[in-house]
């Protein structure tokens, strides 16, 4: 007696799997690509040296110590501080200057008693 296998296995292979794969791949790879010019924005130009002398600067160390102008205050007077030290003053300016260890949060504290009373802030950094 003489039986017949049923399951044949066919030596053709389909490509319409593998295709699907890939062009899958392809929109996947299009969407999450990094693109350099994402956003076209038009940013300010700067002059190298700032006219403006009429500066107060504001200080934080690593142990939260402020100092306005070089002189050591409490955290709470910043802002009385520089109501005094820029009062009448036509555009006034404070430089910025925390350093690296410093919670970004005290920065955005000084920065928000600045936007309060319309001064500018200028946020010191290192030069590379």
Known sequence: MKLKGRNKVSPDFSMSSMTDIVFLLL???ML???SPNAL???L???KGKSTNTQN???SIDK????FVNDERINGEYVEIELKKALAGQ???TIILRAEESVAIKEAVNVMDIANRNNYKVIL???PN
């Not at 142990?63 to 402020?66: A, M, T």
């Open 56 to 58: 107060v600067s504001v």
């Open 44 to 46: 300010p130009k700067a």
């Open 27 to 29: 929109v996947f790879f």
């Open 40 to 42: 076209d924005l038009l």
């Open 63 to 66: 142990n939260l110590q402020y």
């Open 32 to 34: 999450t690509a990094n």
């Open 90 to 92: 036509d555009s006034p």
């Open 124 to 126: 010191a950094v290192r």
